[in-house]
């Protein structure tokens, strides 16, 4: 068990390393940013080149990559183009974007996997149908439709909620977390459903029910257990894409999170800012990924980490 | 915030009911009751200072904190003296500015002459990266203090000396009558000592001279400005302060304007400008600002620099409906140009409705007799290139294209070419690498007709990003600047306009008003010139 967890955390040395550099060179292709930051018109060259010098953009790439690094490794992930140090981006925005994440991975297993385990129990049932045919509707429309009219209905037409977000606290998530979570948890329900359905019909539940276990105890401890591990594997990598992915949804509810300041690091072509964020956002999917398979372990007694 | 009580109340059952938890509490505006108004908000770009803020959101800070030696009348636009009890001048080169008696700075510290020339020098020092040193690149010893390239010689500008505690010259390099309009931009603000004792104290918390302080100031998400009791100006503040709310989206601070959680939203998404009127009626300004949106072009391309090719811009500029794309696109917050200023300079200002002439009219058989007496479109298709990350400038380039293509009777002869990024897209422009007509935005800095022309057309200046060149023009606007008599330096102006005209330098399109919404609790709201609300004069409840 700790060998593999050793060995999995160095394997993320080269992965972490590989990606940051991807990263690092598709920011560059963007091209020169100060040129962006003089409004309708050309800086003066001393001003662009003096600000070109700071932010170590007359460098060759690899160098820059190289300096980089170094200060990753310090903790210091540069200074954005408002004079603001990146961490200190970063303090502000994951907080709540990991707030945000909590929301919606609560709805993605409290909603998905109870609906999935409804569905998967009455197939065929009108409530299955009735599941299935809502879940189809939720993959198919686009977050920020749903997002929007939502926002318009609780927020504008009906005034139940704020339709924006000022301090990001969780009573003020619970909108937009069911937003980002909506196609997800509608995954989720379908892939407990399916799972429950073909466990269903295997040796050990015909077994647990033989032996004459409560239904109740069949259910939860043998058929769910065994069921979950492609759901958990799915909300393990969603989680990455969850708190990455909330561009869409942070803009319409106003939550300054980590989709926001890679939107606005991307729109600005603030290498820093992206690449410090992007960095994060790698570590915690490797970090997820690895917990992913850790879980394995305890939900089957069969797979065991050598 | 009384009026948003009703709804959260409804957020927190909501919250109850599905978390069956959370105390819902604090997380108010600012915290601060009275008669406060939210006002939405993006982060500026740069820090807070005067000389390093060159964009919209950093200048209303600015506009609230900060009183120059002059101001521009928010009706009028007008430069008046402000904090300048005379600002004089025999040759229009050597200035004496005579300071009144009485103006602090909030931290109690007197403003005198050296708080300008302090400010003014940090402003133009090379060393200090400030995006608005050019402003200064008018007063003599700019090029030791701020060299294009090489070693800076100096610290100081040798143009400005102070003579007393309220007095001071400013020697410039060149004529130039304009100059102490010029004065009310947001970069020649007095600084207090702190700024230069402690710099990095002063960018957390900026302090001025003007209406408002700053009370508190989160970074990427609000700020509060309140009102300032001892302010000695005449303009003291109606409200009791100000929060700022920095919107991820302004579609998210327009709806949020709707729902009564904010007092100010002041710029309304392209996407609501049809709903606004019946959603907002009487609460819904758009009045018009100094930004003129025309098309550039690359002069450094051979084919659009030899003889001819003004007959194919002036036809392009007659096949474009401008009117129909106002109407229909920007449903009236833009109105078609008939010259290269705006309509805010007012007619003494400079501003001539119907410059341009012909010229600027709509008519599709003229245009497309022009650009074959031309020798045609250069490469037989036109590309116009644009930022597609800001501004709704997609819908109105296809719009331009499309009605250039009904008046050729071509559907290829014109196609628009987006660009992601607004720094990639002034990369391209820098690096002359245009073919074709690119989006050229002008907002004026100050509101003289030289800021319309002289930084665009003038051979070499900052923003004349398609490298148009013409002796007449240069002279013209040489002998205006040095012309002392106003009436008579925008006449000479006007000549040189009408030059720009002759060769249609650049395509003007529309003039662009400013909008915003408000809520029922504010009245006499208004937008500034700039586009900025004035917001002063705004009284609450």
């Known amino acids: 068990m700790g060998r593999h967890v050793l060995r999995r955390l160095l394997q993320m040395i080269p992965v972490f390393v590989g990606a940051t550099l991807l990263i690092f060179l598709m920011v560059n292709v963007m091209g020169d940013p100060v040129a962006g930051l003089c409004g309708e018109r050309a800086c003066d060259p001393a001003t ?81 149908t009735a599941v299935l045919l809502a879940t189809l509707v939720v993959i198919s429309v686009p977050t920020f439709v749903t997002g929007l009219l939502l926002q318009l209905l609780l927020g504008i037409k009906w005034q139940w909620i704020r339709p924006s977000v000022r301090a990001g606290g969780f009573d003020e998530l619970i909108v937009p977390g069911l937003v980002l979570a909506s196609v ?123 | 915030m009384r009026r948003s009580t009703h709804a959260r109340r409804a957020a927190c059952a909501a919250a109850a009911l599905a978390l069956a938890a959370t105390g819902c509490a604090g997380a108010g505006a600012g915290g601060n009751g009275g008669a406060v108004l939210s006002s939405s908000w993006a982060d500026p770009q740069n820090p807070l200072e005067p000389a390093n803020t060159n964009e919209v959101q950093g200048g209303k800070v600015l506009d609230m904190i900060f009183r120059g030696l002059k101001r521009y009348d928010p009706k009028t636009g007008k430069a008046r003296d402000f904090l300048a009890r005379s600002i004089e001048t025999r040759d229009s080169r050597t200035f004496t500015v005579r300071l009144k008696d009485g103006w602090i700075f909030s931290n109690g510290e007197k403003v005198t002459a050296r708080s300008f020339v302090d400010a003014w020098n940090y402003g133009a020092n090379l060393r200090n990266n400030q995006k608005n040193a050019y402003f200064f690149g008018y007063i003599d010893g700019y090029d030791e203090v701020h060299p294009d390239n090489g070693r800076q010689r100096a610290d100081t500008l040798s143009g400005l000396k102070v003579v007393d505690d ?76 100000v929060t700022l709310l920095v919107y991820t989206d302004s579609n998210t601070a327009y709806t949020d304007l709707l729902a009564g959680n904010l007092d100010l939203a002041d710029d309304i998404p392209a996407a609501q400008l049809k709903n606004v009127e019946s959603d907002l009626g009487e609460r819904y300004l758009n009045t018009p600002a100094g930004i003129l949106q025309t098309l550039a072009f690359p002069y450094y391309d051979k084919a659009w620099s030899r003889p001819g090719a003004e007959k194919v811009r002036t036809g392009l500029s007659m096949a474009i409906n401008r009117r129909q794309i106002t109407d229909t696109i920007f449903r009236g917050t833009r109105t078609p140009a008939t010259d290269w200023t705006s309509p805010v300079l007012g007619a003494a200002g400079g501003y001539k409705e119907g410059l341009c002439g012909r010229a600027c009219d709509y008519d599709p058989g003229r245009a497309r007799e022009l650009i074959e007496e031309g020798g045609g479109i250069p490469g037989g298709r036109l590309t116009v290139t644009y930022n597609a ?34 720094a990639d897209f002034r990369n391209q422009l820098g690096g002359h690498r245009m073919t074709g007509p690119f989006r050229a935005g002008w907002q004026m800095d100050y509101p003289l007709i030289q800021n319309f022309l ?35 330096s925008v006449a000479l102006f006007q000549r040189a306009e009408e030059v720009v005209r002759d060769h249609m330098a650049a395509i003007p399109l529309w003039y662009q008003n400013g909008n915003a919404g408000y809520s029922e609790r504010l009245s006499h709201v208004a937008l500034n010139p700039f586009s900025v609300p004035v917001y002063n004069e705004i009284r609450v409840g």
């Open chain 2, 454 to 488: 002289q930084p665009l057309y003038y051979t070499g200046a900052s923003s004349n990003d398609g490298a148009w060149s013409d002796e007449e023009f240069d002279r013209l606007v040489d002998r205006a600047n040095a012309e002392t008599d106003p009436a008579r």
């Open chain 1, 48 to 128: 662009a080149a003096q600000l070109r010098r700071e932010f170590g953009l007359d460098q060759p790439v690899w160098r820059q990559y190289l300096t980089y690094m170094a200060k990753v490794f310090t903790g210091d992930f540069g200074t954005a183009f408002n004079g603001q140090p990146v961490t200190e981006l970063m303090a502000t925005a994951f907080p709540v974007t990991v707030r945000l994440t909590v929301v919606a991975v609560l709805f993605e297993v409290v909603v998905g996997v109870t609906l999935g385990v409804v569905t998967g129990l009455r197939r065929g049932r009108p409530v299955d």
């Open chain 1, 184 to 306: 997800s948890l509608a995954y989720v329900t379908r892939l407990t459903r399916t799972s429950l359905a073909e466990n269903r019909r295997s040796d050990y539940v015909r077994t647990a029910v033989a032996k004459g276990l409560p239904r109740r105890r069949v259910v939860t401890r043998h058929l769910l257990r065994n069921s979950l591990i492609p759901v958990v594997t799915f909300i393990g990598t969603d989680i990455g894409a969850l708190m990455g992915g909330a561009i869409v949804t942070e803009r319409i509810f106003n939550i300054h999170g980590v989709g926001y300041q890679l939107y606005q690091g991307i729109l600005r072509q603030n290498s820093q800012t992206v690449v410090g964020f992007v960095t994060v956002l790698v570590l915690v999917f490797l970090v997820a990924n690895l917990l992913v398979d850790l879980l394995y372990a305890v939900l089957d007694p069969r797979i065991r980490h050598a």
């Open chain 2, 166 to 241: 309220h007095t001071f010259t400013v020697r410039l390099n060149q004529k130039f009558s304009g100059f102490p309009d010029t004065l009310g931009y947001a970069a020649f603000a007095p600084l207090p000592r702190a700024f230069f004792t402690d710099h990095a104290a002063w960018v957390r918390k900026p302090v001025g001279n003007g209406p408002y302080t700053i009370e508190s100031y989160t970074k990427g998400a609000q700020m509060y400005l309140k009102k300032w009791d001892r302010y000695p100006g005449p303009d003291k503040a109606r409200n009791d302060g």
């Open chain 2, 389 to 422: 990350d800001s501004g709704s400038h997609r819908q109105w380039v296809d719009a331009v294209c499309n009605s250039i293509n009904n008046a050729l009777g071509d559907d290829r002869a014109c196609v628009g070419n987006p660009v992601g990024t607004f």
